[in-house]
């Protein structure tokens, strides 16, 4: 096993791919968090199948994700947005425009084929930089 070269810690979210496939919902190492790529299930499995609600999903476990590692929307700086049709974009933007507000981070939307569920529409990454 690899040993960082910084404390770093690691946050779950009960989402049965953490352990499956090996990887934490967030990784906080020295001043940075990065959250992986966040699906919109809901925590009974099941996943609302408008757009934006699932943005809104996505975006209620990140900012958990974000508060247990010490962080905030506040202090993100990078977004990814990963959809499987360009018509979800503007409902899927409107909503990380609520959550991000003044913030305004660098943000990546890309189309993809398919994610992994066929039921989501939206995938979401994102990247904090906290500040002491």
Do not use: K, N
């Not at 425009?97 to 994102?126: C, K, S, Y």
Request: aromatic share 6%; proline share 7%; glycine share 8%.
């Amino acid at each position: 096993m690899l040993t960082p070269r910084v404390p770093v810690q690691r946050v779950a979210s009960g989402s049965p791919f953490e352990s499956r496939y090996g990887f934490s919902r967030a990784v906080r190492a020295g001043d940075r968090v990065i959250v992986a790529g966040t699906a919109p299930i809901r925590p009974d499995g099941s996943v609302d199948p408008d757009a934006a609600a699932q943005a809104r999903r996505c975006f209620e476990i990140i900012g958990a994700a974000l508060a247990e590692a010490g962080a905030s929307f506040a202090d993100v700086v990078r977004t990814r947005m990963f959809v499987t049709d360009a018509a979800h974009a503007d409902a899927i933007g409107a909503v990380h425009g609520e959550v991000f507000g003044d913030v305004r981070p660098a943000a990546t939307m890309v189309v993809v084929a398919a994610l992994l569920d066929p039921r989501w529409v939206v995938e979401i990454e994102a990247e904090a930089v906290l500040t002491p």
